[in-house]
């Protein structure tokens, strides 16, 4: 599986305005629900944040990443926001986000592709270089570019 396969503009806002965790997850879950990726929001959004309940996914770098493994996701997805302001992420550890990947995983058997997927963006995002350049992309051609 290709990382451009998965990314798609539509699932990209690099100027949010939402100042919240839970007004971001929201509209990154709205963004894969308009495109297809997930049948419902609400329930996807109750995975997403029973996942975060296990613990904080922000990782540093200004950079979260937050995922849910659910029923609900048709097709594995990404949903990619950036803001202007720090967000504070609800961790033990005080770290502010402005970088946001969410990850939508279908809770079925063989999401082995998709898991390769994930576990080769978070190896990259262990780049201090490459999260400082995520925080300055402009264009969804960068951010493939990136990951790819």
């Known amino acids: 599986m290709i990382i451009k396969n ?3 503009q539509e699932c990209i806002d690099l100027n949010i305005k939402s100042t919240t965790k839970k007004e971001i997850l929201e509209e990154l879950i709205e963004m894969l629900y308009k495109k297809g990726a997930i049948d419902d929001r609400n329930k996807f959004y109750e995975d997403v944040c029973f996942r975060e309940k296990k613990g904080s996914t922000a990782i540093g770098n200004y950079i979260a990443i937050p995922h849910g493994q659910s029923t609900h996701v048709k097709n594995f997805s990404i949903a990619i ?3 202007t302001s720090d967000i504070e992420w609800d961790n033990i ?3 502010s986000v402005r970088f946001i990947i969410l990850f939508a995983v279908p809770d079925v058997e ?3 592709d998709e898991m390769s997927i994930m ?3 978070c190896r990259k995002l262990a780049d201090d270089d490459l999260c400082e350049k995520l925080l300055e992309v402009k264009s969804y051609e960068e951010i493939v570019e990136i990951f790819s």
Do not use: F, Q
């Open 93 to 95: 550890d005080n770290l």
């Open 110 to 112: 063989g999401v082995k």
């Open 81 to 83: 926001g950036k803001t």
């Open 6 to 8: 998965i990314m798609s």
């Open 119 to 121: 576990a080769k963006i």
